[in-house]
């Protein structure tokens, strides 16, 4: 039985197995490891010039294109023609193109997040409920790391559809805080205090401005804003430092942090509540 396209069985029994297993092995012990070196190099070659996104693109293509030429190679030292093999791997992609659309529309995806390039390797990125750290932008899929030490997989179609947070974009951020004084604090006396919390501490930007707007009276405070702004990888420390400082300063200063209360007043016309407070002893 003739289980080789275009070659006679008879023949392939009759020929060298030692140059057979010769050529072969050249393209697995050298062809395999040349492709990975050329991989790295042009990854290496490349980041000098283009991101790092599109380094690994071009890592990618090297490597996969390396794959195939062995592939083929390897099928040619058996016999089997290249044009009879892909004519039949046309017939299988046809087949397979239609079983997978869902592929299809994340490759499609993928070349334009590649091209729009919203967010890159190494970003800090939030999609619906999910934060983390850009690994890698496939063909198929954005991987992520997220700050507990998850690695997550969305598919690119999804990324397409859904809006994107790219955290770390741009160089600076700002520290958006809500803070609350008692009624009785002199609204000055605040702002004075976090202007001088704010100047004092190393990791608060002077441009742009720190700012400080009395936001609202609450049910059981005044509020404000304080918004300062820092280099994004100081944003985490700086928000836990300014907070800390802020209850220290506030205890120095008499300012009064209120935990929420609720006063209950029962109307002139009405009589209030009697309420009574005794001490009972223990027997």
Not at 258 to 281: A, C
Request: glycine residues 6%; neutral net charge.
């Amino acid at each position: 039985m003739d289980i080789l396209l275009g070659t006679d069985f008879e023949k392939y029994l009759t020929q060298d197995y030692l140059s057979l297993v010769l050529r072969i092995l050249f393209w697995i012990i050298i062809g395999l490891p040349l492709v990975h070196i050329t991989g790295k190099w042009v990854k290496k070659l490349s980041l000098k010039n283009f991101s790092a996104q599109q380094s690994m693109v071009f890592h990618k293509i090297i490597l996969y294109t390396g794959y195939v030429i062995i592939l083929f190679s390897i099928l040619n030292i058996f016999g089997l023609k290249i044009a009879t093999l892909l004519g039949a791997a046309g017939i299988v992609g046809i087949a397979v193109g239609f079983a997978s659309q869902t592929s299809i529309s994340n490759i499609i995806s993928g070349w334009f997040l590649i091209a729009e390039k919203p967010f890159e390797v190494e970003d800090v990125i939030t999609v619906g409920s999910t934060s983390g750290v850009v690994l890698s932008i496939d063909m198929l899929s954005i991987k992520l790391r997220t700050f507990d030490n998850k690695y997550v997989r969305i598919p690119n179609e999804t990324i397409i559809k859904t809006e994107v947070v790219n955290i770390t974009r741009f160089p600076i951020r700002r520290v958006d805080l809500e803070i609350g004084v008692a009624y009785k604090e002199n609204i000055s006396h605040v702002k004075e205090v976090l202007t001088c919390i704010a100047k004092d501490d190393p990791l608060c930007l002077n441009e742009p401005e720190p700012s400080i707007l009395f936001a609202r009276f609450g049910n059981s405070a005044l509020e404000f804003n304080f918004r300062v702004w820092a280099v994004k990888d100081d944003w985490l420390t700086l928000r836990n430092s300014i907070m800390e400082e802020i209850k220290k300063r506030f205890d120095e200063e008499g300012i009064e942090i209120p935990f929420p209360h609720v006063s209950l007043y029962s109307g002139s016309v009405s009589k209030p509540f009697p309420i009574s407070i005794t001490n009972q002893e223990s027997p």
